[in-house]
């Protein structure tokens, strides 16, 4: 029970950064390769004399592919991701408060790298009008992220982070920029 916040907070968190990668068929601009129907290979195994770089997760996948849809299993494992890490991070903090341990979470979760993919996904996006599907405009977003630093205030992190998304926006928007 101690773990569930955090868990549904990753869940929240994936559900937002993937969003229409959702939809039914593979993802395919992320960094994760999927086919419809993989099998059971001796390259699954790394057993061909090439470097078994992804002999773990390929078994994994081939094996999940085999009770569910491929893309399934993918999209099951973008959000996994995300559950994963907020709650591993949550589960750091030596706090029984529940609002350190989230802002933990999600902090480690929701970094420059999220915050680039949704930028670039949103950018991409075309916003159409409910009933009608007129186009209504782009979504853009500028983000200013910082890193904790040993020692270091929660207004300081808050105000170098403030000033990041202030950068972003003075060099013209629809950007990321991270705090020094």
Same mark, same amino acid.
């Given at each position: 029970?101690?773990?569930?916040?955090?868990?549904?907070?990753? =869940?929240?968190?994936? +559900? %937002? @950064?993937?969003?229409?990668?959702?939809?039914?068929? #593979? $993802?395919?601009?992320?960094?994760?390769?999927?086919?419809?129907?993989?099998?059971?290979?001796?390259?699954?195994?790394?057993?061909?004399?090439?470097?078994?770089?992804?002999?773990?997760?390929?078994?994994?996948?081939?094996?999940?592919?085999?009770?569910?849809?491929?893309?399934?299993?993918?999209?099951?494992?973008?959000?996994?991701?995300?559950?994963?890490?907020?709650?591993?991070?949550?589960?750091?903090?030596?706090?029984?408060? =529940?609002?350190?341990? +989230? %802002? @933990?979470?999600?902090?480690?979760?929701?970094?420059? #790298? $999220?915050?680039?993919?949704?930028?670039?996904?949103?950018?991409?996006?075309?916003?159409?009008?409910?009933?009608?599907?007129?186009?209504?405009?782009?979504?853009?977003?500028?983000?200013?992220?910082?890193?904790?630093?040993?020692?270091?205030?929660?207004?300081?992190?808050?105000?170098?982070?403030?000033?990041?998304?202030?950068?972003?926006?003075?060099?013209?928007?629809?950007?990321?920029?991270?705090?020094?």
């Amino acid at each position: 029970m101690r773990h569930l916040a955090a868990v549904l907070t990753g =869940l929240g968190l994936g +559900l %937002a @950064a993937i969003g229409p990668g959702l939809a039914p068929g #593979f $993802v395919l601009s992320y960094d994760m390769v999927f086919v419809p129907d993989p099998s059971f290979s001796r390259m699954t195994f790394g057993l061909t004399g090439v470097m078994p770089r992804h002999v773990p997760s390929d078994a994994f996948v081939t094996a999940l592919s085999t009770v569910m849809p491929a893309d399934l299993v993918q999209k099951l494992i973008l959000l996994a991701i995300f559950v994963m890490a907020c709650s591993a991070a949550a589960s750091l903090v030596p706090s029984e408060r =529940l609002l350190p341990r +989230l %802002a @933990a979470g999600v902090c480690y979760a929701w970094n420059p #790298f $999220v915050a680039e993919r949704l930028r670039c996904a949103f950018a991409q996006s075309r916003i159409r009008r409910y009933n009608s599907e007129e186009p209504v405009g782009n979504i853009t977003i500028s983000a200013g992220v910082a890193a904790y630093r040993a020692g270091e205030h929660c207004n300081a992190l808050i105000e170098r982070a403030d000033a990041a998304l202030y950068t972003s926006k003075a060099q013209g928007r629809n950007r990321v920029t991270v705090a020094e």
